[in-house]
């Protein structure tokens, strides 16, 4: 079956089985492999994605469902403003240790942010409860986030 | 080695390979792909214990796609061990690539190869296998006079208790003074049984190998691992290839925690690809990452523990270990020793000591290297029976740990008596900030003003407690690291070295060691680690032995270079060597005449005169094992209703010598301190009768997420320790271990009751409610 929609701002068309998962049409169809697998079934957000803005687990999504929708995935946020100060700020934190989460926790900080750029703990902790690490211990992502959050004051309210 | 000031070690230079693993850039194992490659899955056993009598392959072979299916009549049958350990491995050689009797729910049966994942799967659907089901065991009190587990021709490589036929995969003791004189001269005598439980590593990556040919006609293997060089050694012996025809490559790694110092794909990728001379690919699912990778060996502790009521002097010590190993044995003889001698050192004054330790073999998944290693297991007993004590002295636990802790200048005979396969090595301790890990961990928790206070919110009652711990810093006389540097035009560094980043910062810390003895900046130090052909040896990344092993290492190397650049200003400033400092990537004279760089100075090497490369090489082994030391300390909240403990504030305070990079010190501390956590209160195996493992997803066993944790606070206690790189030791280990005994400690403090079995969960400490009686 062909499958249009808009992948990283690029209107693309696969001609595939539409419940295949979105994660595998990413990674194996278009190369993105910084959407990673770390449990398959929806727990570890490290495939986590943007459809239509919202944060997804792409091993949940059958491609069939993304027709005519946008996807976003962190290949297409690394050239973005938005993308630097998340990632400036989650090195100078010590966000990131084997990095194989990272990917995950960066695009769930960019939904949060442009959603609530004034983020408290606690919103926060919701919106990446989705994500698992298994390195750090949490608090340093935190930080992170507040870092980003406060270096990107501007940038989220735009 | 002297302590001074630092111009990049104990800074907290940022990761350098964190911006390409943000951006996702960055190949992990399963990211590799390649023309023609073949994808494998396995078929695993339905039973704990049967033989193959039957195995029919022609349906699955006959699936278009389907490349190779090999069962136990078409691999090696070479006996091995999957632990990447140094050689001779001190695990017992009691496992085969396939074997014909099968040992647990989960234990491989065939191997596919196919053209793509999904055919593989459809044809291990086809296999047909017809089994004679044998006597199982999941019990390791039974494991003795059980059905025998490991193959009859199995065996070990080193003089130590073996014996298959008991199901004893291996068994130490250890003993000095006399336990029973000092039993008897004791005051009083306080004897506890503890149990720890299965748990699963759980790195997000899960494990992954690719195997393929190069241009050259030699094999290589890309694997998430944590032992490139033991990985080469052992899938050679097993696969009967040239070692010199191999080639070992770590990528980048998302999390080991131990359970990728398990060779076990990597001999499988190389076969298919050997057998076929295509690229072949395995990536576990995570199910396959629970129940047929490794995980961490449960134990049980019998401790016995005699004191004196006026000095509060612990006159002897008895302490019995069961492990249960699993259905095979990697690490089965140095996890279960580690509970002793990572453990007993601590309290280095008494004088009766008795430890015994055993590791059995049931048929149930197979434990390994799991963070902590033994040390996580013996600690909980350790700290609850000192806790017991103290209170039973009625003096604070905390005066009782700084009393009889092992000080700087202070030796214990188990250092000498037990090693890993052998004994160990004598050392005395030249750094030690224990009590001050103790006094700054209590301000932090508020210990004087919470400890006994019980204060009461409904239901919920409060408590602290704390537990002391120390480690080790690489397995002395026998681990070795070693690197490479050479200087470029530019005045900037290729440093080669086999140790292995894992996600730790390895990479970072040890370019910042280079750095700083060279004199010049952590951008100028080009780092490549863990490839067999391009980087010298190195044991690999365990027994917390990276920054002092192969960090020992590079200072050596980085000494040597720094001697052959001032060699060379020498020659061109014509002055006396002595007259030359170097600071920030350029030789000063002392006189502040002359000075020159470091591009100035290898142009001069590599073109005008006396031509040649500016280059050292140096290997470094540990000659001892300096322990980091930890306080830990929990509030807890017990909802005495429904059981439910909720950890409120978590404090861990580390010495682990100079911390070359502090943020990376508080990122090893903060995630071994949580996952210590996890496993002390949810994390835990489920199995029904069979021994099969029920909740194999992060659905059902539960790792902690940003919701479920606490405030935490870490506090550096820096000391120097004269024997390590820069004054450093490790670091990456010594925080699992605390947690379980400081929660059950707080449990304790909060509504005077002791817990013996981990996971904490609400169930067990509501059934303890009822036993013990609750005392408030």
């Known amino acids: 079956m062909k499958i249009e929609f808009i992948l990283n701002g690029k209107k693309v068309e696969v001609n595939t089985d539409p419940a295949r998962r979105l994660l595998d049409v990413l990674r194996e169809d278009f190369g993105l492999i910084g959407v990673k697998e770390g449990c398959g079934e929806g727990e570890c957000g490290a495939c986590a994605v943007l459809i239509d803005g919202k944060i997804v687990h792409s091993c949940l999504v059958p491609v069939g469902n993304v027709k005519g929708k946008e996807v976003t995935t962190i290949e297409g946020l690394k050239d973005t403003e938005e993308y630097k100060v998340i990632h400036e700020s989650f090195l100078d934190a010590g966000s990131v240790q084997c990095g194989f989460c990272t990917p995950g926790f960066v695009m769930a900080t960019y939904a949060l942010l442009k959603e609530n750029p004034q983020p408290h703990e606690d919103d926060i902790r919701k919106a990446i409860s989705g994500n698992l690490c298994r390195c750090t211990g949490y608090s340093m992502i935190i930080d992170g986030v507040k870092l980003a959050a406060k270096r990107g004051e501007k940038l989220w309210k735009d | ?776």
């Open chain 2, 1 to 776: 080695m002297e302590n001074r000031e630092f111009n990049v070690v104990g800074k907290s230079i940022k990761k350098i390979d964190a911006l390409a693993l943000a951006t996702g850039e960055v190949k992990f194992t399963a990211d590799i792909e390649m023309p023609g490659m073949l994808h494998i899955a396995f078929l695993y056993s339905p039973h704990p214990h049967a033989e193959i009598v039957d195995i029919d392959t022609e349906e699955a072979k006959n699936i278009p796609g389907v490349v190779l299916v090999l069962t136990y009549r078409d691999v090696p049958d070479t006996l091995h061990t999957t632990a990447g350990q140094g050689y001779p491995e001190p695990s017992p050689y009691d496992t085969r690539i396939l074997d014909k009797r099968v040992r647990f729910v989960g234990d491989r049966v065939a191997i596919v190869a196919a053209e793509t994942k999904e055919i593989a799967e459809e044809a291990l659907k086809k296999i047909k296998v017809k089994y004679r089901e044998l006597p199982y065991n999941l019990d390791p009190e039974k494991a003795e006079e059980s059905e025998q587990i490991p193959p009859e021709d199995a065996y070990h490589l080193l003089p130590t208790v073996y014996e298959p036929s008991k199901n004893l995969a291996a068994s130490v003791e250890l003993s000095f003074g006399d336990v029973e004189k000092g039993f008897s001269d004791a005051d009083f005598v306080l004897e506890e049984r503890f149990e720890v439980q299965y748990a699963n590593h759980c790195a997000i990556e899960p494990h992954a190998a690719v195997a393929f040919y190069d241009e050259r006609g030699r094999l290589n293997i890309i694997s998430t691992t944590q032992v490139p060089f033991h990985v080469r050694r052992i899938v050679s012996r097993v696969l009967g290839i040239p070692l010199k025809n191999l080639r070992v490559i770590k990528p980048r790694i998302g999390g080991g925690f131990g359970g990728k110092q398990e060779v076990f794909l990597e001999q499988v990728v190389a076969l298919v690809t050997y057998m076929t001379k295509r690229p072949s690919k395995v990536v576990f699912s995570r199910k396959e990452v629970f129940v047929s990778s490794r995980t961490r060996h449960p134990m049980i502790t019998w401790y016995k523990v005699g004191a004196k009521r006026d000095t509060g002097e612990i006159t002897s010590l008895y302490l019995k270990a069961l492990m249960n190993a699993g259905a095979y044995g990697p690490h089965a003889l140095t996890v279960m020793a580690n509970a002793g001698s990572k453990v007993l050192p601590l309290f280095n004054k008494i004088k009766n000591l008795k430890f015994e330790g055993f590791s059995v073999y049931t048929n149930l998944p197979v434990g390994g290297a799991y963070r902590g290693y033994g040390a996580t297991q013996g600690y909980f007993g350790y700290n609850v029976m000192l806790d017991m004590i103290a209170e039973k002295l009625g003096i604070d636990t905390l005066e009782f740990f700084k009393k009889w802790h092992i000080k700087k200048g202070e030796t214990s005979p188990i250092f000498e008596e037990l090693g890993e396969g052998k004994e160990g090595v004598s050392q005395i301790i030249r750094s030690c900030g224990l009590s001050e890990c103790i006094e700054k961990g209590a301000k932090a928790i508020g210990w004087y003003e919470k400890r006994r206070k019980r204060i009461k919110n409904g239901d919920k009652v409060r408590g602290v407690g704390a537990a002391i711990l120390m480690q080790g810093s690489g397995i002395p006389k026998i681990d070795m690291g070693a690197a490479y540097m050479k200087m470029n035009e530019d005045g900037s560094f290729n440093l080669h070295i086999g140790a292995t980043d894992i996600g730790t910062g390895s990479d970072t810390i040890l370019a910042q060691i280079a750095a700083e003895e060279i004199g010049t900046s952590v951008d100028k130090i080009i780092v490549y680690s863990s490839d067999t052909d391009f980087t010298p040896f190195d044991v690999g990344a365990y027994a917390s032995s990276t920054t002092y092993i192969s960090g020992g290492a590079v200072l050596k190397c980085a000494k040597k270079i720094r001697k052959e650049i001032l060699k060379v200003a020498q020659e061109m400033l014509n002055v006396p060597e002595d007259a030359l400092y170097i600071e920030n990537g350029t030789v000063y004279t002392r006189d502040g005449q002359q000075k020159v760089s470091f591009q100035d100075i290898v142009i001069y090497s590599l073109y005008t005169k006396n031509q040649h490369q500016i280059q050292a090489v140096a290997s470094h082994i540990g000659l001892e094992s300096p322990p980091p030391f930890m306080a830990q300390f929990a509030e807890i909240e017990v909802d005495i209703r429904i059981g439910r403990i909720e950890v409120i504030k978590f404090v861990s305070a580390v010495d682990c010598g100079k911390p070359i990079n502090p943020v990376l010190v508080e990122g090893q501390v903060e995630g071994a301190t949580v996952n210590g956590i996890g496993y002390a209160l949810w994390e835990d195996y489920v199995f029904d009768e069979k021994g099969r493992v029920k909740n194999a997803s992060f659905w059902d066993y539960k790792i902690p997420s940003i919701r479920d944790i606490p405030e935490i606070e870490v506090i550096i206690c820096e000391t120097y320790e004269p024997t390590g790189p820069h004054g450093a030791k490790s670091v990456a280990e010594i925080g699992i271990n605390g947690p379980i005994p400081a929660i059950a400690n707080a449990v304790y403090d909060a509504i005077g009751i002791r817990l013996t079995k981990t996971p904490f969960t609400p169930e067990r400490v509501l059934k303890a409610i009822k036993s013990q009686g609750i005392k408030l």
